[in-house]
């Protein structure tokens, strides 16, 4: 029995030791938009399970990339109150016509990395006349908290080195350069805006620098 501890402890030490993000399973993942391919990460430093969704043979530069931050109240629910589901789909779509690509989703990135509980607090928030900034500051929260340290790890595995990056925000590069993964281009993701999230389209726009230059198109919304 001592010796069966021992070896348990042993093992889960190892299983400390470890660091960093791990390819754990390549499933195929037949969707709506095409057939992908299912790439499983557990990152060992966090904890979380990570998924990139890659489509067709990708090669090694240029790759047409999305790094998605999970939203469930948008991806699944089909919230209207911010536009990720909408990018989700369009990114999606883009790499199913493009011919290859990926779709890094980003686990632990709610409500820009303030966890779901958070996201739904700032958003109660907002509905009595905060914008997204205000709120998240006003539950003493960071305003933008995602790291992309992972994302990059997963496209090193994938043996990316540049991508075109669909993305309307500027830290994502940022943050992709810093973590050497180069960006040939910066593809925008524009997704028409709707009653329910101009004022949040906007505010992305203003405080946070996202490049949203089709917001200029309706400005009779409000
Ligand atoms: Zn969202």
């Given at each position: 029995?001592?010796?069966?501890?021992g070896?348990l402890?042993?093992k889960?030490?190892?299983?400390?030791?470890?660091?960093?993000?791990e390819?754990?399973?390549n499933?195929?993942?037949?969707?709506?938009y095409?057939?992908?391919?299912?790439?499983g990460?557990?990152?060992?430093?966090?904890?979380?399970?990570?998924?990139?969704l890659v489509?067709?043979?990708?090669?090694?530069?240029?790759v047409l990339?999305?790094?998605?931050?999970?939203c469930?109240t948008?991806?699944?629910?089909?919230?209207?109150?911010c536009?990720c589901g909408?990018q989700?789909?369009?990114?999606?779509?883009?790499?199913?016509a493009?011919?290859?690509?990926?779709?890094?989703?980003?686990?632990?990135?709610?409500?820009?990395?303030?966890?779901?509980?958070?996201?739904?607090?700032?958003?109660?928030?907002?509905?009595?006349?905060?914008?997204t900034?205000?709120?998240?500051l006003?539950?003493?929260?960071?305003v933008?908290?995602?790291?992309?340290?992972?994302?990059?790890?997963i496209?090193?595995?994938?043996?990316?080195s540049?991508?075109?990056?669909?993305?309307?925000?500027?830290?994502?590069?940022?943050a992709l350069?810093?973590?050497?993964?180069?960006?040939?281009?910066?593809?925008p993701?524009?997704?028409?805006p709707?009653?329910?999230?101009i004022?949040?389209?906007?505010?992305k726009r203003?405080?946070?620098?996202?490049h949203l230059p089709?917001?200029?198109?309706v400005?009779?919304?409000?």
């Amino acid at each position: 029995m001592t010796e069966k501890i021992g070896v348990l402890g042993k093992k889960s030490a190892q299983l400390t030791q470890r660091s960093g993000v791990e390819r754990v399973v390549n499933a195929p993942l037949p969707t709506v938009y095409g057939e992908f391919r299912a790439i499983g990460y557990l990152d060992h430093d966090r904890g979380d399970e990570q998924v990139a969704l890659v489509y067709g043979e990708i090669g090694t530069d240029d790759v047409l990339t999305r790094l998605h931050s999970e939203c469930l109240t948008g991806d699944a629910f089909g919230s209207q109150h911010c536009e990720c589901g909408d990018q989700l789909a369009s990114a999606l779509r883009a790499v199913v016509a493009e011919g290859s690509g990926i779709v890094v989703y980003l686990r632990g990135h709610e409500g820009r990395g303030i966890g779901l509980l958070g996201k739904l607090r700032a958003m109660a928030l907002q509905a009595e006349g905060l914008d997204t900034v205000e709120a998240n500051l006003a539950l003493g929260l960071p305003v933008d908290a995602r790291d992309y340290g992972v994302a990059a790890e997963i496209l090193h595995d994938l043996g990316v080195s540049s991508v075109r990056l669909m993305s309307n925000n500027p830290r994502k590069r940022e943050a992709l350069l810093r973590h050497g993964i180069q960006v040939a281009e910066q593809v925008p993701l524009l997704i028409p805006p709707c009653e329910n999230n101009i004022t949040y389209l906007r505010t992305k726009r203003e405080r946070l620098d996202h490049h949203l230059p089709h917001l200029d198109a309706v400005a009779h919304l409000s």
